[in-house]
């Protein structure tokens, strides 16, 4: 049953991404279904692994809700640094084709927190430097350091 909520979970996770709701002006939301589709598609392998290990060594109720905890929280680190890396990371050092989440039009947690900020980079007159950046699918380090 475990392992059903799991396939589940990551279906939904899957979904959110795939529909993708791009209103920028409630930003809250947008930052919320990123955390909620990070959930679904990451931290929930995680947080139902670190619960089944418990199960498996006869852990109480309690332990494995606390081990669930641990595994999301590690999840969600886990798809956050995933997204960064894939800002300051090759290709050749990722394993994969970095900048592939902006290639996709998939919004990940870096850009959204750069979208936050986009009125104090206006500010210091960076935002043109930033988006001139993305466009050429590059992003210097120093707009992530709210990531």
Do not use: W
């Amino acid at each position: 049953m475990k392992m059903l909520m799991f396939f589940l979970e990551f279906i939904k996770g899957e979904y959110i991404q795939a529909i993708k709701n791009r209103n920028f002006e409630d930003m809250p939301k947008l930052l919320t279904d990123y955390m909620i589709k990070s959930y679904y598609k990451t931290a929930s392998l995680m947080a139902h692994s670190c619960r089944g290990v418990c199960l498996l060594h006869n852990g109480s109720l309690e332990l494995q809700d606390k081990c669930f905890k641990i595994g999301q929280n590690l999840g969600i680190a886990f798809q956050l640094i995933d997204d960064i890396l894939d800002f300051t990371v090759s290709t050749e050092d990722l394993g994969k084709n970095s900048l592939s989440d902006i290639k996709e039009g998939n919004l990940n947690g870096p850009v959204l927190f750069a979208i936050q900020e986009a009125a104090v980079l206006q500010q210091e007159n960076l935002y043109n430097e930033m988006t001139e950046q993305l466009a050429r699918k590059q992003i210097d380090p120093r707009y992530l350091k709210k990531s």
